[in-house]
């Protein structure tokens, strides 16, 4: 299942706001993100339709299964290599803003070797 960069940042976001506060609203990812309120309206409308997650009638926003499962491939993706470039001696702020990039095209392959060899190390 292959799906834009931007909705797999979405789905990230929504599952660390949700770890965060428990319960996620449109607002919270605009400010989370520092996005617009309609870009936020518009990635909400297209993640509901293609069922990565649910809005309640009261505007709060969950993943759906398929939706968690990208969020927490994701996730893991994000802060394995974050904390790898740091280890490295990567500055924690690069290191950041490089994994949210790698994270979004590496393969599962490539992947899963820096993760065995991150784990045996």
């Given at each position: 299942m292959k799906i834009h960069e931007s909705a797999e940042n979405y789905l990230e976001t929504i599952l660390i706001l949700q770890q965060r506060k428990g319960s996620v609203r449109a607002i919270d990812i605009v400010n989370e993100l520092d996005y617009t309120k309609p870009s936020v309206s518009v990635a909400m409308k297209n993640l509901r339709e293609n069922?990565?997650?649910?809005?309640?009638?009261?505007?709060?926003?969950?993943?759906?299964?398929?939706?968690?499962?990208?969020?927490?491939?994701?996730?893991?993706?994000?802060?394995?290599?974050?904390?790898?470039?740091?280890?490295?001696?990567?500055?924690?702020?690069?290191?950041?803003?490089?994994?949210?990039?790698?994270?979004?095209?590496?393969?599962?392959?490539?992947?899963?070797?820096?993760?065995?060899?991150?784990?045996?190390?």
């Open positions: 069922g990565y997650v649910k809005v309640s009638p009261e505007g709060h926003i969950t993943l759906t299964p398929k939706g968690r499962e990208i969020a927490e491939t994701m996730y893991e993706r994000h802060t394995l290599i974050s904390n790898w470039l740091v280890r490295l001696g990567v500055d924690a702020k690069t290191a950041v803003e490089d994994a949210c990039r790698i994270e979004h095209v590496i393969s599962a392959e490539s992947f899963e070797a820096i993760k065995r060899h991150v784990n045996n190390t």
